[in-house]
Protein backbone atom coordinates (compact mmCIF):
# COMPACT_ATOMS: atom_id res chain seq x y z
CA UNK A 1 0.00 0.00 0.00
CA UNK A 2 1.68 3.66 -0.90
CA UNK A 3 1.33 6.17 1.23
CA UNK A 4 -1.57 8.06 -0.75
CA UNK A 5 -3.56 5.02 -0.39
CA UNK A 6 -2.93 4.58 4.04
CA UNK A 7 -3.63 8.28 3.50
CA UNK A 8 -6.99 7.87 2.29
CA UNK A 9 -7.85 4.66 4.62
CA UNK A 10 -6.82 6.74 7.87
CA UNK A 11 -8.23 9.98 6.95
CA UNK A 12 -11.79 10.81 8.94
CA UNK A 13 -13.83 13.64 10.68
CA UNK A 14 -13.23 14.86 13.88
CA UNK A 15 -16.23 13.38 14.75
CA UNK A 16 -15.04 9.95 13.49
CA UNK A 17 -11.90 10.54 15.40
CA UNK A 18 -13.76 11.25 18.47
CA UNK A 19 -15.83 8.17 18.46
CA UNK A 20 -12.94 5.76 18.67
CA UNK A 21 -11.70 7.33 22.14
CA UNK A 22 -13.06 5.31 24.89
CA UNK A 23 -14.00 5.67 28.39
CA UNK A 24 -10.93 6.12 30.75
CA UNK A 25 -8.80 7.05 27.92
CA UNK A 26 -5.78 9.09 29.11
CA UNK A 27 -5.16 11.95 25.81
CA UNK A 28 -1.64 14.29 25.64
CA UNK A 29 -1.40 17.29 23.08
CA UNK A 30 1.37 19.15 22.64
CA UNK A 31 1.67 23.24 23.72
CA UNK A 32 -0.90 26.26 22.22
CA UNK A 33 -0.98 25.49 18.45
CA UNK A 34 -0.27 22.01 19.28
CA UNK A 35 -3.70 20.64 20.39
CA UNK A 36 -6.41 19.89 17.75
CA UNK A 37 -9.39 21.66 18.96
CA UNK A 38 -11.61 20.42 16.52
CA UNK A 39 -10.89 16.73 17.79
CA UNK A 40 -11.28 18.22 21.33
CA UNK A 41 -14.51 19.94 20.42
CA UNK A 42 -16.20 16.32 18.90
CA UNK A 43 -15.24 14.58 22.05
CA UNK A 44 -16.92 16.85 23.95
CA UNK A 45 -19.79 16.60 21.78
CA UNK A 46 -19.46 12.54 22.53
CA UNK A 47 -19.25 13.29 26.12
CA UNK A 48 -22.46 15.78 26.30
CA UNK A 49 -24.16 12.88 24.39
CA UNK A 50 -23.50 10.98 27.22
CA UNK A 51 -21.48 8.30 25.01
CA UNK A 52 -18.13 8.52 26.15
CA UNK A 53 -17.03 9.71 30.39
CA UNK A 54 -13.49 9.60 32.55
CA UNK A 55 -11.90 11.19 29.70
CA UNK A 56 -8.91 13.13 30.25
CA UNK A 57 -6.41 15.57 28.52
CA UNK A 58 -3.03 16.60 29.53
CA UNK A 59 -1.57 19.99 27.76
CA UNK A 60 -0.60 23.57 28.05
CA UNK A 61 -1.18 27.17 27.24
CA UNK A 62 -4.86 26.81 25.87
CA UNK A 63 -5.34 29.56 22.67
CA UNK A 64 -9.24 28.69 22.87
CA UNK A 65 -11.96 26.93 25.22
CA UNK A 66 -11.59 23.67 25.47
CA UNK A 67 -14.16 21.24 26.75
CA UNK A 68 -11.73 19.37 29.14
CA UNK A 69 -11.70 22.66 31.50
CA UNK A 70 -15.13 23.57 31.23
CA UNK A 71 -17.26 23.30 34.09
CA UNK A 72 -19.93 22.20 31.59
CA UNK A 73 -18.18 18.90 30.99
CA UNK A 74 -16.79 18.63 34.80
CA UNK A 75 -18.66 15.07 35.36
CA UNK A 76 -17.01 13.74 31.84
CA UNK A 77 -13.98 15.06 31.20
CA UNK A 78 -10.93 16.06 32.93
CA UNK A 79 -8.05 18.21 31.87
CA UNK A 80 -4.65 18.44 33.21
CA UNK A 81 -2.64 22.00 32.75
CA UNK A 82 0.97 21.66 32.47
CA UNK A 83 1.00 25.45 32.01
CA UNK A 84 -2.18 27.45 32.10
CA UNK A 85 -3.45 30.04 30.00
CA UNK A 86 -6.71 32.14 31.04
CA UNK A 87 -9.24 29.41 30.58
CA UNK A 88 -7.13 26.59 31.95
CA UNK A 89 -6.22 28.53 35.23
CA UNK A 90 -9.99 29.58 35.60
CA UNK A 91 -10.67 25.61 35.49
CA UNK A 92 -7.42 25.07 38.33
CA UNK A 93 -8.63 27.65 40.46
CA UNK A 94 -12.68 26.58 40.42
CA UNK A 95 -11.50 23.05 41.30
CA UNK A 96 -13.11 21.21 37.88
CA UNK A 97 -9.27 20.42 36.46
CA UNK A 98 -5.47 19.54 37.64
CA UNK A 99 -2.54 21.27 37.10
CA UNK A 100 1.08 19.20 36.95
CA UNK A 101 3.84 20.78 38.45
CA UNK A 102 6.82 20.60 36.07
CA UNK A 103 10.08 22.33 35.01
CA UNK A 104 9.51 22.65 30.89
CA UNK A 105 12.52 20.52 30.27
CA UNK A 106 11.16 17.96 32.08
CA UNK A 107 8.15 17.38 30.28
CA UNK A 108 9.23 14.87 27.94
CA UNK A 109 10.54 12.72 30.82
CA UNK A 110 7.08 12.88 32.67
CA UNK A 111 5.15 11.70 29.78
CA UNK A 112 7.52 8.86 29.38
CA UNK A 113 7.70 7.58 32.74
CA UNK A 114 4.58 8.44 34.65
CA UNK A 115 1.83 9.48 32.14
CA UNK A 116 -0.16 6.58 30.57
CA UNK A 117 -0.55 7.93 27.14
CA UNK A 118 -3.72 6.18 25.16
CA UNK A 119 -3.86 8.99 22.31
CA UNK A 120 -1.60 11.48 21.19
CA UNK A 121 -3.44 14.47 19.68
CA UNK A 122 -1.54 16.63 17.35
CA UNK A 123 -1.69 19.62 14.46
CA UNK A 124 0.22 19.02 11.61
CA UNK A 125 1.05 20.25 8.55
CA UNK A 126 0.01 18.39 5.50
CA UNK A 127 1.91 15.17 4.69
CA UNK A 128 4.88 15.52 2.32
CA UNK A 129 6.08 13.06 -0.80
CA UNK A 130 7.46 10.39 1.42
CA UNK A 131 4.38 10.64 4.01
CA UNK A 132 5.71 12.55 6.70
CA UNK A 133 3.94 15.28 8.75
CA UNK A 134 5.57 18.05 10.63
CA UNK A 135 4.40 19.30 14.04
CA UNK A 136 5.21 22.36 12.81
CA UNK A 137 5.35 25.09 15.36
CA UNK A 138 5.44 22.64 18.46
CA UNK A 139 8.67 20.49 19.09
CA UNK A 140 8.48 20.82 22.89
CA UNK A 141 7.23 17.46 24.05
CA UNK A 142 5.42 16.26 20.45
CA UNK A 143 8.83 13.37 19.85
CA UNK A 144 8.01 12.03 23.61
CA UNK A 145 4.61 11.70 22.67
CA UNK A 146 5.11 9.79 19.51
CA UNK A 147 6.64 7.41 21.05
CA UNK A 148 4.85 6.96 24.17
CA UNK A 149 1.19 7.00 22.99
CA UNK A 150 -0.30 3.76 21.99
CA UNK A 151 -2.38 5.75 19.35
CA UNK A 152 -1.63 9.12 17.44
CA UNK A 153 -4.45 11.22 15.71
CA UNK A 154 -3.47 13.98 13.66
CA UNK A 155 -5.66 17.21 12.71
CA UNK A 156 -3.72 18.30 9.34
CA UNK A 157 -3.95 21.94 8.73
CA UNK A 158 -2.43 23.63 5.53
CA UNK A 159 -2.31 26.78 7.53
CA UNK A 160 0.18 24.66 10.19
CA UNK A 161 3.82 25.44 8.71
CA UNK A 162 6.03 23.08 8.24
CA UNK A 163 9.34 23.57 10.44
CA UNK A 164 12.25 21.66 8.61
CA UNK A 165 13.75 20.62 11.92
CA UNK A 166 10.30 19.73 14.00
CA UNK A 167 9.41 16.35 15.15
CA UNK A 168 7.71 14.24 12.11
CA UNK A 169 4.78 11.86 12.28
CA UNK A 170 5.15 9.31 9.47
CA UNK A 171 1.32 8.02 8.17
CA UNK A 172 2.15 4.54 9.01
CA UNK A 173 2.22 5.79 12.76
CA UNK A 174 -1.32 7.37 12.25
CA UNK A 175 -4.15 5.85 13.42
CA UNK A 176 -6.93 8.26 12.54
CA UNK A 177 -6.65 12.14 10.55
CA UNK A 178 -9.21 14.58 9.70
CA UNK A 179 -8.41 17.73 7.73
CA UNK A 180 -9.21 21.17 9.44
CA UNK A 181 -7.95 24.44 7.48
CA UNK A 182 -8.42 26.68 9.96
CA UNK A 183 -6.57 30.46 10.99
CA UNK A 184 -4.45 29.35 13.63
CA UNK A 185 -4.65 30.95 16.79
CA UNK A 186 -2.14 34.20 17.45
CA UNK A 187 -1.29 36.37 20.30
CA UNK A 188 -2.23 39.60 20.90
CA UNK A 189 1.19 42.09 21.01
CA UNK A 190 1.30 43.65 24.23
CA UNK A 191 2.35 47.41 23.95
CA UNK A 192 4.65 48.81 26.05
CA UNK A 193 3.86 51.34 27.77
CA UNK A 194 6.48 53.60 29.86
CA UNK A 195 7.46 51.70 32.53
CA UNK A 196 7.71 48.40 30.24
CA UNK A 197 9.97 50.74 27.95
CA UNK A 198 12.24 51.79 31.01
CA UNK A 199 12.68 48.34 31.89
CA UNK A 200 13.55 47.20 28.23
CA UNK A 201 16.38 50.02 28.06
CA UNK A 202 17.84 48.76 31.42
CA UNK A 203 18.33 45.33 30.45
CA UNK A 204 19.43 46.05 26.77
CA UNK A 205 22.14 48.26 28.02
CA UNK A 206 23.53 44.86 30.24
CA UNK A 207 23.45 42.89 26.42
CA UNK A 208 26.77 42.93 24.17
CA UNK A 209 26.87 42.49 20.96
CA UNK A 210 27.05 38.94 20.19
CA UNK A 211 24.79 37.72 22.87
CA UNK A 212 22.48 34.64 22.93
CA UNK A 213 19.19 35.32 23.90
CA UNK A 214 15.58 34.05 25.72
CA UNK A 215 13.41 36.22 26.25
CA UNK A 216 9.99 35.49 27.86
CA UNK A 217 6.43 36.83 26.76
CA UNK A 218 4.53 40.06 27.11
CA UNK A 219 4.99 43.47 27.40
CA UNK A 220 8.43 43.67 29.21
CA UNK A 221 10.15 40.95 26.24
CA UNK A 222 8.78 42.88 23.56
CA UNK A 223 10.30 46.23 24.96
CA UNK A 224 13.62 44.69 25.39
CA UNK A 225 13.58 43.17 21.85
CA UNK A 226 13.06 47.13 20.67
CA UNK A 227 15.54 47.95 22.93
CA UNK A 228 17.59 45.70 20.96
CA UNK A 229 17.09 46.62 17.43
CA UNK A 230 21.04 48.36 17.60
CA UNK A 231 22.61 45.55 18.64
CA UNK A 232 24.55 43.72 16.04
CA UNK A 233 25.63 39.97 15.67
CA UNK A 234 22.87 38.61 18.75
CA UNK A 235 21.56 34.76 18.76
CA UNK A 236 18.39 33.34 19.72
CA UNK A 237 18.21 29.88 21.85
CA UNK A 238 14.55 30.48 23.40
CA UNK A 239 12.00 28.18 24.48
CA UNK A 240 8.91 30.24 22.91
CA UNK A 241 9.79 32.48 19.13
CA UNK A 242 7.89 35.14 19.06
CA UNK A 243 7.29 38.46 17.12
CA UNK A 244 9.83 40.27 18.64
CA UNK A 245 12.21 37.60 18.12
CA UNK A 246 11.25 37.75 14.79
CA UNK A 247 11.80 41.66 14.15
CA UNK A 248 15.25 40.97 15.37
CA UNK A 249 16.22 39.18 13.06
CA UNK A 250 14.50 40.98 10.18
CA UNK A 251 16.02 44.14 11.25
CA UNK A 252 19.47 42.48 11.19
CA UNK A 253 20.51 42.69 14.94
CA UNK A 254 20.08 38.74 15.21
CA UNK A 255 22.07 36.80 12.92
CA UNK A 256 23.47 33.85 15.29
CA UNK A 257 26.81 33.55 13.84
CA UNK A 258 28.60 34.23 17.40
CA UNK A 259 26.77 30.88 18.81
CA UNK A 260 29.14 27.72 19.31
CA UNK A 261 26.39 25.37 18.46
CA UNK A 262 23.34 25.94 16.20
CA UNK A 263 25.44 28.44 14.58
CA UNK A 264 23.07 30.74 12.00
CA UNK A 265 20.23 29.18 12.84
CA UNK A 266 16.98 30.69 15.62
CA UNK A 267 16.77 27.67 17.87
CA UNK A 268 13.45 27.32 20.23
CA UNK A 269 10.71 24.51 21.36
CA UNK A 270 7.96 26.08 20.12
CA UNK A 271 6.32 29.58 18.21
CA UNK A 272 3.42 31.30 19.11
CA UNK A 273 2.57 34.65 17.74
CA UNK A 274 1.14 36.27 14.67
CA UNK A 275 0.71 34.83 11.03
CA UNK A 276 3.84 36.49 10.66
CA UNK A 277 5.77 33.86 12.64
CA UNK A 278 4.19 31.11 11.34
CA UNK A 279 5.32 32.36 7.66
CA UNK A 280 8.85 33.06 9.20
CA UNK A 281 8.81 29.32 10.74
CA UNK A 282 7.59 27.62 6.83
CA UNK A 283 10.48 25.91 5.35
CA UNK A 284 13.09 27.72 6.34
CA UNK A 285 16.25 26.41 7.14
CA UNK A 286 17.24 28.75 9.66
CA UNK A 287 14.99 28.22 12.43
CA UNK A 288 14.88 24.83 14.33
CA UNK A 289 11.57 23.99 15.88
CA UNK A 290 13.72 21.08 19.19
CA UNK A 291 12.28 19.01 21.91
CA UNK A 292 12.11 20.69 25.19
CA UNK A 293 14.32 18.79 26.99
CA UNK A 294 17.39 19.71 24.82
CA UNK A 295 16.22 22.88 24.05
CA UNK A 296 15.66 24.02 27.87
CA UNK A 297 18.61 21.61 29.58
CA UNK A 298 20.92 24.33 31.39
CA UNK A 299 23.91 21.95 30.05
CA UNK A 300 22.67 22.92 26.49
CA UNK A 301 22.03 26.58 27.01
CA UNK A 302 25.57 27.02 28.98
CA UNK A 303 27.30 26.25 26.11
CA UNK A 304 25.97 29.70 24.68
CA UNK A 305 28.79 32.63 26.26
CA UNK A 306 27.00 35.80 27.31
CA UNK A 307 23.69 33.98 27.37
CA UNK A 308 21.07 36.59 28.60
CA UNK A 309 17.88 35.13 30.06
CA UNK A 310 14.97 37.25 30.55
CA UNK A 311 11.57 35.83 32.12
CA UNK A 312 8.49 37.59 34.85
CA UNK A 313 7.67 37.69 38.46
CA UNK A 314 4.32 38.40 40.20
CA UNK A 315 6.50 39.30 43.48
CA UNK A 316 10.19 38.56 45.09
CA UNK A 317 11.15 38.61 48.77
CA UNK A 318 14.29 39.90 50.37
CA UNK A 319 15.91 36.65 50.13
CA UNK A 320 15.17 37.07 46.23
CA UNK A 321 13.29 34.04 46.06
CA UNK A 322 10.65 34.66 42.83
CA UNK A 323 7.21 33.15 42.92
CA UNK A 324 6.13 33.49 39.05
CA UNK A 325 3.51 31.43 38.81
CA UNK A 326 0.80 32.02 41.67
CA UNK A 327 -0.83 34.65 43.77
CA UNK A 328 -0.97 33.30 47.15
CA UNK A 329 -2.36 29.92 46.82
CA UNK A 330 -4.22 31.19 43.56
CA UNK A 331 -3.11 29.39 40.15
CA UNK A 332 -1.88 31.74 37.74
CA UNK A 333 0.40 29.42 35.22
CA UNK A 334 3.42 26.96 36.18
CA UNK A 335 7.08 26.85 36.40
CA UNK A 336 7.64 26.98 32.59
CA UNK A 337 11.27 27.21 31.73
CA UNK A 338 12.24 30.08 33.97
CA UNK A 339 13.97 28.03 36.18
CA UNK A 340 15.62 26.00 33.29
CA UNK A 341 17.46 29.18 31.60
CA UNK A 342 17.91 31.24 34.89
CA UNK A 343 20.69 28.09 35.66
CA UNK A 344 21.65 27.99 31.85
CA UNK A 345 22.58 31.63 32.07
CA UNK A 346 23.95 31.94 35.16
CA UNK A 347 26.67 28.63 34.01
CA UNK A 348 27.45 30.88 31.01
CA UNK A 349 30.34 32.10 30.64
CA UNK A 350 29.67 35.90 30.91
CA UNK A 351 25.84 34.88 31.15
CA UNK A 352 23.04 36.62 33.08
CA UNK A 353 19.86 36.25 34.04
CA UNK A 354 17.26 39.00 34.44
CA UNK A 355 13.73 38.31 36.39
CA UNK A 356 11.49 41.95 35.16
CA UNK A 357 8.77 43.41 36.17
CA UNK A 358 7.22 46.61 37.41
CA UNK A 359 7.85 47.46 40.98
CA UNK A 360 4.23 47.93 41.86
CA UNK A 361 0.90 45.94 41.13
CA UNK A 362 -2.54 46.77 41.82
CA UNK A 363 -2.96 50.09 40.32
CA UNK A 364 0.21 50.79 42.64
CA UNK A 365 -1.15 49.95 45.61
CA UNK A 366 0.88 46.84 46.38
CA UNK A 367 5.00 46.07 46.49
CA UNK A 368 5.66 43.16 43.94
CA UNK A 369 9.46 43.67 46.19
CA UNK A 370 7.91 42.34 49.88
CA UNK A 371 9.72 41.40 52.94
CA UNK A 372 7.46 38.10 52.50
CA UNK A 373 6.14 35.85 50.00
CA UNK A 374 2.27 35.81 50.01
CA UNK A 375 1.01 33.61 52.03
CA UNK A 376 0.90 30.20 50.24
CA UNK A 377 2.94 31.62 47.31
CA UNK A 378 5.12 29.20 45.33
CA UNK A 379 8.85 29.52 44.75
CA UNK A 380 9.41 29.40 41.54
CA UNK A 381 13.01 30.10 41.09
CA UNK A 382 15.32 29.67 44.20
CA UNK A 383 17.04 32.35 46.37
CA UNK A 384 20.40 30.64 45.37
CA UNK A 385 19.98 30.53 41.36
CA UNK A 386 18.57 33.97 41.13
CA UNK A 387 20.84 36.71 39.51
CA UNK A 388 19.82 39.93 38.86
CA UNK A 389 16.06 41.81 39.31
CA UNK A 390 14.91 44.47 37.38
CA UNK A 391 12.08 47.35 37.82
CA UNK A 392 11.40 50.46 36.37
CA UNK A 393 14.13 51.89 39.17
CA UNK A 394 17.01 49.81 37.94
CA UNK A 395 18.80 46.71 38.79
CA UNK A 396 19.07 44.60 42.11
CA UNK A 397 22.36 42.12 41.18
CA UNK A 398 21.57 39.80 44.24
CA UNK A 399 24.22 36.87 43.15
CA UNK A 400 26.99 36.69 45.93
CA UNK A 401 25.21 38.97 48.07
CA UNK A 402 24.51 38.38 51.37
CA UNK A 403 20.80 38.93 52.92
CA UNK A 404 21.36 42.21 54.34
CA UNK A 405 23.30 43.10 50.82
CA UNK A 406 20.47 41.59 48.60
CA UNK A 407 17.56 43.53 50.94
CA UNK A 408 19.25 46.92 50.10
CA UNK A 409 19.44 46.19 46.36
CA UNK A 410 15.99 45.38 46.71
CA UNK A 411 14.58 48.28 48.21
CA UNK A 412 17.06 50.79 46.10
CA UNK A 413 14.60 49.67 43.20
CA UNK A 414 11.40 49.38 44.70
CA UNK A 415 8.72 52.09 44.58
CA UNK A 416 9.65 55.20 45.94
CA UNK A 417 6.61 54.79 47.97
CA UNK A 418 7.37 51.62 50.04
CA UNK A 419 10.74 51.81 50.14
CA UNK A 420 10.08 53.34 53.70
CA UNK A 421 7.70 50.63 55.12
CA UNK A 422 10.00 48.20 53.39
CA UNK A 423 12.95 49.38 55.19
CA UNK A 424 11.18 49.63 58.21
CA UNK A 425 10.07 45.87 57.80
CA UNK A 426 13.57 44.60 57.70
CA UNK A 427 15.08 46.56 60.29
CA UNK A 428 12.04 44.68 62.20
CA UNK A 429 13.36 41.66 61.05
CA UNK A 430 17.19 42.50 61.59
CA UNK A 431 18.24 42.10 58.16
CA UNK A 432 19.77 45.57 58.43
CA UNK A 433 20.54 47.83 60.90
Given at each position: ?215 GIGAIPDAVGLALKGKRHLGIHTEMLTDSMVELIECGAVDNS ?176
Amino acid sequence: MNIVEEYKNRLTTPEGIASQVEPGWVCCADIALGAPYAICDAIGNQAREGKISGVTLHTMLDTRPLPFFSEDYRETLRGVSWFSGERMRKAVNAGFADVMPSYYRDMPSLFTDYVNVDAFLAVVSPMDNHGYFSTGCDGSVSEALIRKAKRIYIQVNKNMPRALAAPVIHISQVTGLCEVDEDLPVLPRSRPDKISTAIGEIIAAEIPDGATLQLGIGAIPDAVGLALKGKRHLGIHTEMLTDSMVELIECGAVDNSQKPVHRGRTVAAFAFGSKRIYDFINDNPAVEILPVDYVNDPATIAKHPNFVSINAALEVDFYGQVCAESIGMRHVSGTGGQVDYVRGAISARGGKSFIAFPSTAMKGTVSKITPALTTGAIVTTGKNDVDCIVTEYGIAKLRGKTLSQRTRELISIAHPDFRDKLTFAARKQNIII
